[in-house]
């Protein structure tokens, strides 16, 4: 957990700094932070949140930000560079959101530890129904 935290730090988001870490085998295969997709500029960079400005309730209108979700991040690292992320587990700093929920069922991770919850009760009954495992970290 101390890893996404370090990762998080990397993340170019205002509100919420999110670190995930995609683990198999007990080695790191990718990660991922909150942040501005290539060639977009991020929030910090623009000195201003979108989400923000537009008074948008955490845990609504993902799709209202400018930033792509750590976790989503982790997954598009994997895929970019051809590893496979099959049974493996993934390491978040925040509980996942349902899009998140969906991306990392689809991709085939088992299991999903997060240290910090979210506002998003949906993606844990998705993540129930389709059997992956999610837990909250306890230090």
Known sequence: ??????????????????????????????????????????CIERGECLREQMNIESGTHAELCFAAHAEQNALIQAARYGISIDGSTLYCTHQPCVICAKMIINAGIKRVVYKEGYPDEFSLRLFAEAGTDIEKFEE
């Open 1 to 42: 957990m101390k890893l996404t935290e370090e990762v998080g730090t990397w993340a170019s988001c205002f509100r919420r700094k999110v670190g995930a870490v995609i683990v198999r085998d007990n080695r790191v295969m990718a990660t991922g932070y909150n942040g501005a997709p290539q060639g977009i500029r991020s």
